[in-house]
């Protein structure tokens, strides 16, 4: 190993060298003899997988990002927010939990779009029953022109708690 110094008045170079010549090492460290158990540390049990809603949401939009991101700058904002809307509905429906779309965009004849009643999570028994809002990419025209402050968008509620305004009110966005 080598260390250098960056004063020239100092010393320069010193080498440390290793006692053991590397063979040696090498054979004792293969066997050495091994624990047969390992220890129990106290603490909670991981062996089978704790998983946090909130956590995977941010899997969801970071997923739509990420595909709506190969369409930056390339003009075409249908194809950005196409990209956001597949990414973010195939890592939603891994989710754990029954949701429904209460405000998204797109109506159920606009196919590639999270429209207001769909079904998205994994729906299995017991999972969360929630109300979900989202837009898979705010800012399409900013994304297709290459410049910054698009934004993927997912809130989640218990049912029954987010406000359902139907499919005939535009939200601003503020």
């Not at 390339?74 to 194809?79: F, I, N, R, S, W």
């Not at 809002?133 to 809130?155: E, F, H, K, M, Y």
């Amino acid at each position: 190993m080598t260390i250098r110094t960056t004063r020239p008045s100092a010393v320069t170079q010193k080498v440390f060298r290793n006692p053991v010549p590397s063979q040696h090492i090498h054979h004792a460290v293969r066997h050495a003899s091994r624990p047969t158990s390992r220890p129990t540390a106290p603490g909670p049990d991981y062996t089978k997988l704790q998983r946090n809603l909130a956590l995977e949401l941010v899997r969801v939009t970071e997923a739509a990002a990420l595909a709506a991101g190969r369409w930056f700058g390339k003009g075409d904002k249908e194809a950005a927010d196409d990209a956001a809307v597949q990414a973010m509905r195939k890592v939603l429906n891994c989710c754990a939990m029954d949701g429904v779309v209460i405000i998204g965009e797109g109506e159920k004849d606009e196919a590639p779009m999270l429209y207001i009643g769909e079904r998205v999570g994994d729906c299995s028994k017991g999972a969360l029953a929630v109300d979900v809002a989202v837009d898979p990419l705010d800012g399409t025209t900013l994304v297709s022109q290459g410049r910054n402050g698009a934004i993927c968008v997912i809130a989640v509620a218990e049912k029954g708690a987010l406000f359902d305004p139907g499919a005939c009110v535009y939200m601003v966005c503020i």
